[in-house]
């Protein structure tokens, strides 16, 4: 075989960049919520935060029975006041999700801001949380919901970022599809339940991750007691060689990550999976 010739690391290219994850308490007050994204946004970004991300549903509970009630056209109210946020604050606001109305339909959506306040990208939930595990979970987005039908990267200074709301991280090709066209981070506000919380949600960050070789992060509301969907909570951050970083419990608050940008580069230079794929045998294929 001869030798493959790889690129030499550039360790001066080395870039560290903090971002916040909000694990936000949301509440049946839409307004409430959206002050409380508002103030954590303004807090990540004294704290030294570039990029903020919020969780699946920050401005509404989770359910099917809200979305209608909650949804509102993109741009509206709440994603007003996330452009706001990310120019006063100077910073890339990831907002997590809101029901989306547009025409006669309803999305979960997650818009994406630059720190000039921006609109840069747009997310709808490509793959709808229709599960049934009797006795323990049963959900149905389907029931109000309709799927998006397109991947969404954007870009930021210091890299390639793709979006996917909570169940899209169960799809490895979607990941895959990231990383092939240049993501180094990917990012997933999600909303995890006591069932499949526990069981999958590190382990699917940790999966995507390790497969990639790019930073995941995750945002989930904080766990609402009085509320009819338990959220699991732990936001989380995990590197390319698989470890998480950055993680936390149930409780509202903001985890912070800082992100070596230059192990991306590094962990694939070591692991040489990405040239070691067996392209004659087996490829993603984009429709
Ligand atoms: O995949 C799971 O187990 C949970 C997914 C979910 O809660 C969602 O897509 O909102």
């Not at 690391?9 to 971002?19: F, P, W």
């Not at 009085?226 to 903001?254: F, K, M």
């Amino acid at each position: 075989m001869p030798a493959r010739s790889f690129p030499p690391l550039d360790l001066r290219s080395a870039i560290v960049v903090r971002i916040a994850l909000a694990q936000l308490q949301v509440t049946s007050n839409k307004q409430q919520n959206i002050e409380g994204a508002v103030r954590a946004i303004a807090e990540a970004a004294k704290a030294g935060a570039r990029l903020v991300t919020l969780p699946e549903c920050f401005n509404c509970p989770y359910g099917t029975k809200y979305f209608g009630t909650y949804a509102e056209p993109i741009p509206g109210e709440s994603t007003a006041a996330l452009s706001r946020a990310a120019k006063e604050n100077g910073v890339y606001v990831v907002g997590g999700s809101i029901p989306e109305r547009a025409a006669d339909k309803l999305y979960n959506t997650c818009t994406v801001f630059n720190p000039d306040g921006d609109l840069i990208a747009t997310h709808r939930k490509i793959h709808l949380f229709d599960i049934d595990i009797p006795g323990k979970i049963t959900f149905k987005e389907s029931e109000t919901l309709s799927p998006g039908d397109a991947p969404t990267m954007f870009k930021t200074d210091f890299g390639h970022v793709g979006v996917g709301i909570c169940y899209d991280m169960r799809f490895p090709e979607l990941a895959q599809l990231y990383a092939e066209q240049g993501c180094s981070l990917l990012l997933y506000p999600g909303a995890f339940n006591m069932t499949t919380g526990p069981a999958h949600w590190e382990l699917l960050q940790r999966g995507r991750a390790l497969d990639n070789q790019l930073f995941v992060a995750t945002a989930s509301p904080a766990r609402n007691a009085s509320a009819d969907y338990q959220a699991w909570g732990h936001s989380s951050c995990v590197d390319p060689w698989g470890t998480v970083i950055a993680t936390t419990d149930e409780q509202p608050g903001l985890v912070y990550a800082d992100l070596d940008m230059s192990k991306v580069s590094e962990v694939r230079h070591n692991i040489p999976i990405r040239e070691q794929k067996r392209h004659d045998l087996y490829r993603l294929v984009v429709p």
